[in-house]
């Protein structure tokens, strides 16, 4: 998982937020939520709530990944439609689409498409936040599965109901437990795909973390430190987050931006990767001492096995 890498010769030195992601995550969940949600629902999560200006799109047969992502894309305000991403998430040979896929897909489609925790609470609250949730089901059996993707646009608490646009049905009314059942076939897997500016309502940091990292691969640089800005105002404290910030304004020519997001991630983590980036900014910013002082720190800092700061320092002191 690596930053946008820098075109230029010099912007070369840059090191990545990505080498400091968290790994990822075993996925996990309960056995039955549906009970626990209707039987103690959180004060704070309406009863029953419908998106209902969702757009729909009907798949054709296998094609329920490219249906369902071209509605959360359109939801978002990034318009597109099915035939538009078939050939980034349809594998003909497996007559479906991939999860990872899917995943990238959203991105080039210039969203942050952020995996969701394994939840109902958690998919409640997204749909109670104006975000439709696609969801992956297995409608079969564990030993004879049958996957779908479809997105869910609403729920009633009262009724025990779900709400989906799921292949030719625009709006399919589903038990909740029914659904439930389904979705932890394929192990609760959900996420949402949202514009740079909007953060998932239950994301955790880890996976947002790395949502961002990966949006930043493909996203034009204004738009991935659109995405880190956002997230570091929930997390203030995420190193990951504040590197992210400082190489996006690099790549997109913001280098007044880019030494502040550095500064400020090297001051607040006494961070080497920060220190380093911090003095290959000062330098082309033509602040040569200052660009020294903040080398030296970084090689202070810096690990043992770490020689980018080392060379950093030798190529501002000419030693």
């Given at each position: 998982m690596s930053a946008v890498p820098p075109s230029a010769p010099a912007r070369r030195r840059l090191l990545s937020a990505a080498l400091l992601a968290l790994p990822l995550a075993a996925l996990g969940g309960c056995a039955v939520q549906t009970r626990g949600v209707r039987a103690s629902r959180p004060a704070d999560l309406p009863p029953r709530v419908e998106l209902a200006d969702t757009p729909f799109f009907p798949d054709e047969r296998f094609h329920c990944g490219p249906a369902a992502l071209a509605t959360v894309l359109t939801a978002a305000g990034l318009p597109t439609d099915p035939q538009r991403?078939?050939?980034?998430?349809?594998?003909?040979g497996r007559e479906g689409s991939l999860q990872i896929e899917m995943l990238a897909a959203a991105r080039r489609g210039g969203a942050v498409a952020t995996v969701?925790?394994?939840?109902?609470?958690?998919?409640?609250r997204e749909v109670a936040s104006g975000h439709p949730v696609v969801v992956l089901s297995n409608l079969g059996l564990s030993w004879a599965p049958s996957w779908h993707y479809a997105v869910v646009v609403g729920y009633d608490l009262d009724e025990g109901e779900m709400l989906l646009r799921s292949g030719p049905m625009e709006r399919q009314r589903m038990a909740m437990r029914?659904?439930?059942?389904?979705?932890a076939r394929a192990r609760h897997w959900a996420f949402v795909a949202l514009p740079p500016e909007r953060l998932p309502a239950t994301a955790r940091e880890a996976d947002a973390v790395r949502a961002l990292?990966?949006?930043?691969?493909?996203?034009?640089?204004?738009?991935?430190?659109?995405?880190?800005a956002t997230a570091l105002q929930r997390w203030p404290g995420n190193l990951v987050l504040g590197i992210g910030l400082g190489n996006?304004?690099?790549?997109?020519g913001d280098?007044?931006?880019?030494?502040?997001?550095?500064?400020?991630?090297?001051?607040?983590?006494a961070s080497s990767a920060a220190w380093n980036n911090l003095a290959v900014v000062l330098d082309e910013r033509g602040r040569r001492d200052e660009a020294i002082t903040a080398a030296r720190r970084a090689v202070e800092l810096a690990s043992?096995?770490?020689?980018?700061?080392?060379?950093?320092?030798?190529r501002l002191t000419g030693g």
């Open positions: 991403v078939t050939g980034q998430v349809f594998v003909p969701l925790p394994d939840t109902l609470e958690a998919l409640l029914t659904f439930e059942h389904t979705w990292v990966a949006f930043e691969r493909t996203a034009p640089p204004e738009r991935a430190a659109l995405a880190y996006a304004r690099y790549a997109a280098l007044a931006g880019a030494e502040a997001a550095f500064r400020a991630a090297a001051e607040r983590h043992a096995d770490d020689a980018s700061p080392r060379e950093t320092l030798r």
